[in-house]
Structure formats: C-alpha cells, structure tokens
C-alpha cells in the first residue's frame, strides 16, 4: 500500500492512498464468499455457484463495492498509521479507481489534530487562596449539623413561619375558571424552597393552622404551559398542619448523638480539621484552575469545529444525565427554560471552547516536556480505584483492559502530572480569599469594558 499526504487547509489533510491490486482481489473474494451463500442461483445449489458466474449474476461493479466493506476502513487506518496524521472526525471519502486487475485507489480529506503553538507555561504566576477557617464558619458547621438531624415536629395550631413546611389543600383560578394542574390536596410545601410561583410562599407567613387564604400571584411570562404565562391567578388555600424543624441544643449531647465524639470541644474541632482540609483543596483547585488558564491564554492554536461540537455534545449528554438523576429529561428541561436546542448549545460553546483549548495545551505541554504515564503511575491509580470500590486490584486492572480504558486512564494520568508540573513552576502568592475574588471581580470588568 501507497499513502500520500497533502496538506490542503489549516487542520485538513489529503490523504491519497493506493491498495495493490492483489489486495483488492483478496477483499472481492472475500465478499464473494460472504455473498454467495444469500442468492439462489439456477442450475446452481445455494453456495455452491463458481465465482464467474456469481460475478455475472450480480454484476461485477456490484461485487467489488461489497469488497470494500471489508477492504476500505482497514487501508484507511493503514494510511492514518503510515503518515501519522491524528484525525479528529470522520473523513471525506472519494473512490478514485475501483476496478478488477487495477489498484484500487481512493482519497480522503481528513480534519486533523490542530498544531499547537506554545506560549509562557514555566513560572507563571498565581494566586493561593490562604487557610484560615473562622469561628463563624465552625460555628455554621455545627448549626449545619443542627439542620441535618433536626426534627419534624407537628403543629395542630400555630401560624406559618419561613422554614416551614406547611401542609396546605390549594386550588388555583384564571379569570374565574380553574386550570389544569392547578389543585392539591396535602400538599407538603416549603417556605421558602422557591418550588412554586414567586409571591406564593411568602403570603402563607403568618396564615394559622385551619385558616383559610386567597394568594394572588402572577405567571412568570416564560412560564412553560403558554395559555398561563403573564396572567394573574388566584389560589384559595386552606393550611391543615404544620412541620417545624425543632433543634437540639449544641452541647455535649448533641456531639454524642451525630458524632464519635463525647464533647462539643471535639466536635468543634474535628469541624476545624475537616473545614481546613476542603478549604485546602479548594486553593490547591483554585491554583491548578489559574495556572491551566494561564497556560492555554498565551497558547495560539486553531480549533477545528468539530471539536467543538463534540464537547458540547458531551456536555449536553452529561446534562441529560443529571436531570435523568432528578427524574427530568432534556426535553421537559428546554420547556421550563423556555430554551431551544439551539439555544442551550450556544449557551455551552464558550464553555466548550475553552474546555477544547485547556485539553489541547496540556496535551502540547505533556508532549514538550515528555510527561508519560509510567506503568508505576497505573498501578498507582488502579490501587486507588480498587481502594475506593473495594476491590481486588487485579480485578479493577482486568476490568480496565476488558472495557478498553486504558488508554484512557493513562490519558487522565498524564494530563493530573502536566498540571502538577505548571503548578511546581508556578510563582505562587498566597492571599486571603476575599482579596483573591476582588482581583477576579476587577479583572473580568477591565475585560468586559
């Protein structure tokens, strides 16, 4: 086999490739043979019929396009390997010669991983957010905890508080005339989870136990169901019971019961551990975020689109997984937001775009400095995997090779050391967290003017 390789435009390439005319007899015999046994030939038992006449049965031209099934991706694939091209979509293919006795002949036009063009990678410079956890946050800490483990506690008098969960019977009118969907009976609503229309929960504060209500409100204009939207409606609602969460007392009891701990000093300070430690991680991300973006903005690199459409298709199938875990589907999702598909594929482009470009100049940088996952840094994470599901290592690692991802693993792999090693040559400063979000705030508005 013969493959040439032209380049036509910024990431495109043309390959022209050549098959010899042996291999391409072998694929039309092949096809021959997979054929054959489908038709019935008179004169003939099926499977039995002489190539020669099959060929005149079904016509040659026909014969060798089936050869191509077999015949075309596999030189294709030859040709990506000979010229060490890395193409990123299908490509556009186009039969040049295709005839018995005569090499076969094809071209195709390939979009091809852009050239990256690196900038400053080395010493870049960064800001750390410093760890300092206060007083207030443990404390917000514990009263989180309270929350956690409080109880529901149910009032046959009273009035509705924000917080509650009051247990209302309600019916909505438009103009008079009930809605469809507009009607509940025992309803467990929260005041203030914002689950119904602006200006519905707050009007139950202060209505009593049995009392009876009319909400007025108004359909947001981008309301999902059309006839509703932009219209006043009317609720009479009648609150039956009410839920209140009612606290323990922050003391040694209640460490004793939503901890391993005996006293409120020790809870408090397994809560400072534990508030350092995600506060840590989160600088570390933080670090690792700045120095990725640094990287890729002094980076010059031409994105082919397909590449782009690629991540916002994941990032729109990774959306439609989440609502799935919520118990929604993208398109009940579009209709709440009043969004087409258009519309939230364009939302996601910037996103994606610099997603694409990040993954790019990690890969530029991992090639530059000779970042490889070693067969030490695999075993490293596969024992991780294994740890963190409870495995055997030996049956994540059989697993990992059956489901092909391997490879993909080790891309992981390299990409976590190439940040690790922009994060080592980063200049680092460390600031308090409030000084670190005011430089973002007044960066992004020196950007936006």
């Known amino acids: 086999m013969k493959a040439n390789v032209e380049k036509i435009e910024t990431n495109q390439m043309l390959l022209e490739v050549e098959v010899d005319s042996q291999e391409l007899e072998k694929a ?36 060798y396009q089936e050869a191509l099934d077999g015949l075309l991706p596999n030189a294709y694939a030859e040709a990506v390997k000979e010229t060490a091209i890395e193409p990123v979509d299908q490509p556009e293919l ?15 036009k390939v979009t091809v991983m852009p050239e990256v063009t690196l900038g400053e990678y080395k010493g870049l410079e960064v ?8 007083d207030e946050e443990v404390n917000n800490y514990l009263m989180a905890l309270q929350e956690r483990y409080a109880q529901l506690v149910t009032l046959e008098e009273g009035q509705v508080q924000a917080d509650d ?62 006839e509703l939207a932009g219209k006043e409606a009317v609720f009479k609602v009648k609150v039956k019971t009410i839920r209140r969460k009612e606290l323990s007392p922050l003391d040694d009891e209640f460490a004793k019961d939503v901890s391993e701990f005996d006293t409120l000093e020790e809870l408090k300070a397994d809560a400072r551990e534990k508030l350092e430690q995600s506060a840590r991680s989160r600088a570390e991300a933080v670090v690792r975020e700045q120095v990725i973006d640094k990287a890729a903005a002094n980076a010059q690199v031409e994105i082919p689109p397909v590449m782009i459409e690629r991540q ?20 009940q999702y579009l209709q709440f937001t009043g969004k087409t598909d258009a519309e939230l594929r ?65 891309d992981s792999i390299v990409v976590d050391k190439t940040v690790d090693f922009l994060v080592e040559a980063a200049k680092i400063t460390e600031v308090n967290p409030a000084e670190a979000k005011n430089e973002e705030t007044v960066a992004e508005q020196t950007e936006e003017e």
């Open 28 to 63: 039309a015999d092949q096809a021959y043979r997979r054929l054959v046994h489908k038709y019935n030939i008179p004169g003939f038992r099926k499977g039995k019929v002489p190539r020669a006449v099959f060929e005149r049965y079904v016509g040659t031209e026909f014969l």
């Open 94 to 108: 186009e039969i040049v010669q295709l005839e018995a006795g005569k090499p076969f002949i094809f071209k195709a």
């Open 127 to 134: 800001d750390k957010p410093v760890v300092n956890i206060t």
């Open 165 to 226: 969960i009051a247990v209302i019977d309600f019916e909505g009118f438009v103009d008079g005339e009930p809605f469809e969907g507009g009607k509940g009976e025992d309803y467990p609503l929260g005041i203030g989870s914002n689950s119904f229309i602006p200006g519905f929960e707050e009007q139950l504060i202060g209505v009593a136990v049995g009392e009876e209500k009319d909400v007025v409100v108004t359909f947001p204009q981008e309301y999902h169901a059309e």
């Open 312 to 331: 916002i298709d994941y990032m729109v199938q990774e959306l439609g997984y989440n609502l799935q875990m919520q118990g929604l589907n993208l398109e």
């Open 346 to 410: 364009e939302d996601y482009r910037e996103r994606a775009h610099k997603s694409v470009l990040a993954e790019l100049t990690l890969g530029a940088i991992a090639k530059a400095e000779n970042i490889q996952a070693t067969d030490e840094d695999v075993n490293r994470e596969l024992q991780k995997i294994a740890e963190r599901f409870q495995q055997d290592v030996e049956e994540v690692r059989e697993n990992v090779i059956k489901n092909n991802r391997l490879e993909s693993l080790k």
